[in-house]
């Protein structure tokens, strides 16, 4: 007979044979400050890292963010740099022994045979609420296309990007003032928020899963510094939009003017509808050092600039009271 005695013996003996946060080795692809952030939480969660794989900083990137690698090398936790992750590497992945594998922000992606090795899974945080914007640059897309909601995901990794199952997500809703840093960093807070909540539920294998329905999402590529090019036959929302997507740390949205490139570093709506004159036309100058601008439709203040050879400034001391149109983009 099994005594209530018994039942909460046999209670107790179960919990502890149930794995810990501190018994679960993790083996981390991990970069820029979504990485480090994350990082940081599962250290401070106790979890044991075997190793981190990441990137070498490129000095012509601009890094603004704190160091995966020293952070790991601060706790002498193995760093690694390799440009591919290949067969030989995978049979080293297997040596150390991880009970879990997670990418954040890691731009390379995995052969499945890596994402084999861990027997709880391999996980990746993408920032998005997948299926939407699957691929890369998700965060100055949902700005580019103005978008007024993302997210973070947490999710099964598999060999096709961003296609795993999900086991959690959660929404953060787009500011008409945000950048793509401001909104880089709410995610960033968002990512620690689920790794905190669920890693203890993955090491314990009882992460949720739900299939993403990937007919309802759509796959972005990477954008380059030459995407940043403004239109000024476009309507003035759409280019406000591009400010904000590639603003400062990015590379910035310009134009040309008497062929000199000419940075637009922040901006607002000045009206979303009418004719103010030829697109790129200065139509007024505004408080703060603004230039009101005629776009397509309604206009944009530009309130910073900055030329490729000058110093960035308020628009009015960029130009100069000369200056009288932007030309609208030469194709």
Not at 288 to 315: C, K
């Amino acid at each position: 007979m099994v005594t209530s005695s018994g039942a909460a013996e046999v209670g107790i003996d179960a919990a502890m044979k149930r794995p810990r946060v501190k018994d679960a080795a993790c083996v981390l692809f991990a970069y820029h400050e979504m990485g480090w952030a994350c990082m940081g939480a599962l250290l401070k969660m106790g979890a044991p890292i075997a190793a981190l794989f990441t990137h070498r900083d490129d000095p012509g990137e601009g890094v603004w963010w704190r160091s995966c690698a020293e952070l790991a090398q601060s706790r002498e936790i193995p760093v690694f740099t390799p440009d591919k992750i290949d067969t030989g590497w995978a049979s080293r992945l297997a040596a150390m022994r991880p009970a879990v594998l997670y990418s954040f922000h890691y731009r390379n992606l995995l052969p499945q045979e890596v994402l084999d090795i861990p027997p709880l899974g391999a996980f990746n945080l993408h920032p998005s609420m997948l299926p939407a914007y699957r691929g890369r640059a998700p965060i100055n897309w949902v700005l580019v296309n103005g978008e007024r909601e993302t997210g973070v995901t947490l999710h099964y990794m598999v060999k096709r990007a961003d296609a795993g199952d999900i086991v959690a997500q959660r929404a953060v809703p787009i500011e008409d003032d945000d950048t793509a840093l401001t909104l880089y960093r709410k995610l960033v807070i968002v990512g620690i928020e689920l790794i905190e909540e669920y890693h203890p539920l993955i090491v314990q294998g009882r992460a949720p899963r739900r299939p993403q329905d990937l007919s309802k999402g759509g796959y972005f590529g990477r954008r380059r510094p030459e995407d940043g090019r403004i239109d000024w036959n476009w309507p003035a929302r759409r280019i406000l939009n591009l400010v904000r997507a590639v603003a400062h740390p990015y590379p910035g949205a310009f134009c040309f003017v008497d062929g000199r490139k000419l940075f637009i570093w922040e901006a607002r709506l000045g009206s979303e509808s009418g004719k103010l004159g030829r697109p790129g036309a200065m139509a007024a100058f505004g408080d703060n050092g603004g230039i009101q601008v005629a776009a397509g439709e309604g206009s944009l203040i530009v309130t910073r600039a900055q030329f490729e050879d000058g110093a960035e400034g308020p628009a009015r001391d960029v130009l100069g009271p000369e200056a009288v149109e932007l030309p609208a983009r030469a194709d």
